[in-house]
């Protein structure tokens, strides 16, 4: 069984670019979410979807950040005009619908911003 | 608020048993978790409880949760080199999403 894919796993991008990060959930989960590591923390929380919904984006930066869930496809973490600030790993999570509380992390995706 | 906090690092020797605590504040948690982080990689789920439990044991896990403390505690029996990972405590307050510690890593001895 094929986990939580995301790709890229390492992302390079210069101060002012767009970065793009995706999430293959667990075949069948329908719930993804989304969290920020920075360097030497724990995790904190971002965004929780369904499918062509957000359900929490209470984590989510104001500006410049934005997630989606299509029907079909990954999940697309969006940052635009990064700044070196963004530089984290960002991990990804899936659950089941009927079991919500099991989150299950993808490898995570690495961005630096230089 | 929603806090969780535990103490950043852990040493033990090779086959001795490993205590990793965690305290948190939101009495309204309604599962506690444990995960491990391997360098560079991302979190596997360990184990967790339903906040209505005590205790819950898997194989060389042992996760003890006193609600009345918030405290909640996983205990590694045998700890052998390969245990030796950061490992977040989390809880969820419903909703989906989980509120995490800032990790303990533990290192373990041969």
């Known amino acids: 069984n094929a986990g939580v894919m995301q790709n890229p796993r390492h992302l390079v991008r210069r101060r002012g670019q767009e970065a793009r990060l995706r999430c293959s959930p667990v075949?069948?989960?329908?719930?993804v979410y989304w969290y920020r590591q920075l360097p030497e923390e724990g995790l904190k929380f971002m965004v929780y979807?369904?499918?062509?919904?957000?359900?929490?984006e209470s984590g989510m930066p104001k500006e410049r950040f934005s997630a989606e869930f299509p029907k079909e496809g990954p999940s697309i973490l969006r940052i635009q005009q990064v700044v070196r600030g963004d530089s984290a790993a960002y991990f990804c999570?899936?659950?089941?619908?009927?079991?919500?509380?099991?989150?299950?992390f993808g490898p995570g995706t690495r961005l630096t911003v230089t | 608020g929603e806090d969780v906090e535990q103490s950043l690092f852990l040493s033990v020797r090779e086959g001795d048993s490993s205590v990793i605590n965690c305290t948190y504040t939101?009495?309204?948690?309604?599962?506690l978790y444990w995960y491990k982080q391997e360098p560079g990689a991302g979190l596997q789920l360990l184990t967790y409880?339903?906040?209505?439990?005590d205790m819950k044991q898997d194989q060389r896990l042992t996760v003890l949760l006193n609600k009345k403390d918030k405290h909640l505690s996983l205990r590694i029996a045998d700890t052998q080199t390969g245990d030796s990972a950061i490992y977040f405590c989390?809880?969820?307050?419903?909703?989906?999403?989980?509120?995490f510690g800032q990790g303990t890593e533990l290192s373990v001895k041969p």
């Open positions: 939101d009495s309204s948690s309604t599962y």
């Open positions: 999570a899936s659950s089941p619908s009927d079991r919500s509380y099991e989150q299950y």
């Open positions: 979807l369904q499918k062509e919904n957000i359900i929490d």
């Open positions: 989390a809880e969820s307050i419903g909703g989906g999403k989980l509120i």
């Open positions: 075949k069948g989960h329908s719930h």
């Open positions: 409880i339903f906040s209505n439990m």
